[in-house]
């Protein structure tokens, strides 16, 4: 069992920047690859952004791409999301989760999924 627990969502202004974090726990992080999803309200969860296990690999969602970023630190078992210049429309709950797979943006092959963490941009 790998458990997964997201921080640092709030509330923001249209333009600015909120750094999540995603720490891991149960088993070896640097044996699974990464993953950041979204949902908002009355919508089906979304893609943000992957990470391989080595962190040498990343993948965006065509959304995000240019201004958020995806890292991971295995020596911390920790997986981050940099959000920058965000926008109304990035308003979700934002969720990490993990596989062993491969770096992926289907939610399919996520194995183990966090709680969530509250995003909301003010326009």
């Known amino acids: 069992q790998v458990q997964l627990v997201e921080s640092g969502g709030g509330l923001v202004q249209a333009g600015g920047s909120l750094t999540l974090s995603c720490a891991a726990s149960g088993r070896t992080f640097s044996n699974y690859a990464m993953g950041w999803f979204r949902q908002a309200p009355g919508k089906e969860r979304e893609f943000v952004a992957a990470?391989?296990?080595?962190?040498?690999?990343?993948y965006y969602d065509d959304s995000v791409k240019g201004r958020f970023t995806i890292s991971r630190d295995n020596a911390k078992n920790t997986v981050y999301l940099q959000m920058n210049s965000l926008k109304p429309e990035d308003t979700a709950v934002y969720y990490c989760?993990?596989?062993?797979?491969?770096?992926?943006?289907?939610?399919?092959?996520?194995?183990?999924w966090g709680q969530g963490t509250q995003v909301t941009v003010s326009s």
């Open positions: 989760a993990a596989n062993r797979v491969g770096y992926s943006g289907s939610a399919r092959v996520y194995d183990y």
């Open positions: 990470i391989s296990r080595s962190g040498g690999n990343t």
